[in-house]
């Protein structure tokens, strides 16, 4: 038996295109599909289907998504990390995780080489060959639609002009699906002006087609983590498993009450302008009740540093640097910050919005101050007037301080 390539392999125009080049050429290919979340059983027997039809060798399909959620999405929603503040970066983690699992598949093996389907003109492309050089030096990387330069133009025209054929949808769109959601790449997303027409969007319904009714949920946390999602009122149902299951049944349960959509803008890898849209039902309804339930338990300035923290974080995974040792000293503060984050949040669904109705938690500050006879807005029996008094004079000082210092500019009007 020949030493095969070892391909990264999701069944779309891109991956399919490198598929039926390599096997043209004479090689032997291994496909790997590696699941992170984005397909049902159908779709992955479709593209082991796919997969025999181009010639591959041998299909395997290896599960990564509890590898995914305990080791990276966990993170992401303990940082509350959005990038730019918008992207929930459905992808960066995903690919990490993949090419980790190509590539020892292909050590295994005894592969020749390793081959994905990324372009050179995003950022998938840098994030398979830093995971691959690492995990696997001696191994080549074959990227044929970058080193061909190949549109999603030519590779339909080539594929079919050889008779196989390709869906009209992942012509016009490209999709990576996955746990915590699903980018969207089109024509709509090469300027900056269009917006994704409805039919773009492969999961999440349009408001109007969302359920009239609220759906109204309970979200308990441990640690920083779901672990039970109870339905109090509304039709859906029941969400039963922890871990990347709830993930899994909350994206399906926000996609039907619209929920996750968005375009993001920001740059990528390669130092030049990117726009994607994106939808990503589950981790949007988890990070409001999560950013809930932080501000119940948290303190301000721990907010604030956090938030630094998980920015660096997830910037670094967005952007491939998955082996930089900082990564680490970041989840141990994450670890940290999470350890009053317990509790129960009150959630509304609908119309595409996610509602933070109320928390509770053992660790509340705002309970804490209650006991303390203190009552925001209303009043305080933890001190009396003139002590609140004395306090806001002694607050200001510092104020008046610095505008002393700058020259008496409340006089002159500068």
Not at 79 to 97: K, Q, T
């Amino acid at each position: 038996m020949a030493e095969p390539i070892v391909l990264a392999f999701s069944g779309g125009l891109d991956t399919s295109y490198c598929l039926a080049r390599l096997t043209e050429e004479g090689a032997e290919v291994i496909t790997a599909l590696v699941d992170t979340g984005g397909m049902d059983e159908a779709e992955l027997a479709a593209v082991a289907a796919r997969a025999s039809e181009l010639g591959a060798a041998e299909h395997v399909v290896l599960d990564a998504r509890a590898r995914l959620y305990d080791d990276f999405i966990t993170y992401l929603l303990k940082g509350n990390y959005l990038r730019n503040g918008a992207y929930p970066s459905c992808v960066g983690v995903e690919r990490m995780v993949q090419a980790e699992a190509v590539a020892r598949l292909a050590v295994a093996r005894s592969a020749t080489a390793v081959a994905h389907g990324s372009t050179g003109a995003g950022n998938d492309h840098v994030r398979f060959d830093t995971v691959i050089a690492t995990l696997a030096p001696g191994l080549a990387i074959l990227s044929p639609i970058r080193d061909q330069e190949i549109t999603r133009e030519v590779a339909t025209e080539w594929l079919t002009a050889r008779g196989i054929s390709v869906p009209a949808k992942t012509s016009t769109y490209s999709y990576n699906q996955g746990l915590m959601g699903t980018s969207i790449g089109g024509a709509e997303t090469y300027g900056s002006w269009e917006y994704l027409p409805e039919e773009a969007w492969p999961a999440t319904r349009a408001i109007a087609d969302t359920p009239a009714d609220p759906v109204e949920l309970e979200i308990a946390f441990s640690a920083g983590l779901p672990t039970e999602v109870r339905v109090i009122a509304g039709a859906a149902d029941p969400v039963h498993e922890p871990g990347f299951e709830l993930l899994a049944a909350l994206n399906r349960l926000g996609a039907e009450h619209g929920i996750g959509r968005g375009i993001h803008t920001g740059t990528s890898i390669m130092g030049t302008g990117a726009r994607l849209g994106f939808e990503a039902p589950g981790i949007t309804i988890l990070m409001a009740a999560h950013r809930e339930l932080e501000r119940l338990v948290l303190s301000t300035r721990q907010q604030n540093e956090k938030a630094a923290l998980a920015t660096t974080f997830g910037d670094l995974l967005h952007e491939g640097h998955y082996y930089e040792p900082l990564l680490e000293d970041i989840r141990a503060f994450l670890d940290a910050s999470q350890r009053r984050v317990n509790g129960t949040v009150r959630v509304r669904l609908h119309r595409a919005n996610v509602i933070c109705l109320g928390a509770d938690s053992p660790h509340s500050l705002l309970a804490s101050s209650s006991r303390l006879g203190s009552t925001y807005g209303h009043g305080s029996a933890a001190w009396s007037g003139t002590e609140a008094r004395s306090f806001a004079r002694v607050y200001g000082v510092a104020g008046q301080v610095a505008s002393d210092a700058a020259g008496g500019s409340r006089e002159s009007g500068a």
